[in-house]
């Protein structure tokens, strides 16, 4: 609700235990959301892995990938993939190997 109200898109990673996330929009508006986030007591250890201010945004529509205990971990990896593709390689990259070795868990 929040992030349509702000024009926020990205993308949430989530395996149930560890949370990936990216946040694009207005950087008053994902500052903001960034707060929410930090400020919320069902998050700890919220890291800032980068800071970019980008041309258009990568991921168009909000998305989440979330796996499911029991859930084929490979097509996870794949809906990983898929979702980051049109990110910078760098942050593809993250959110891949986020994945991976988080296969498992």
Known sequence: MN?????ITG?????GT???????????KVQAAYTRIKAD???RAVVMLS?????????GDWAMAHKTP??????????????AASASP????????FAQVRRGA
Not at 18 to 28: C, D, H, K, M, T
């Open 51 to 59: 800071e970019r201010a980008i041309e258009e945004r990568e991921f």
């Open 18 to 28: 560890r949370f990936l996330q990216a946040l694009e929009g207005p950087a008053e």
């Open 11 to 15: 993308l949430l990673y989530s395996d």
């Open 90 to 97: 760098n942050v593809r990259a993250t959110f891949e190997s």
């Open 41 to 43: 007591p069902r998050h």
């Open 70 to 83: 029991g859930s084929d971990e490979q097509a996870f990896i794949d809906r990983v993939s898929a979702l």
């Open 3 to 7: 992030n349509t109200r702000d024009s």
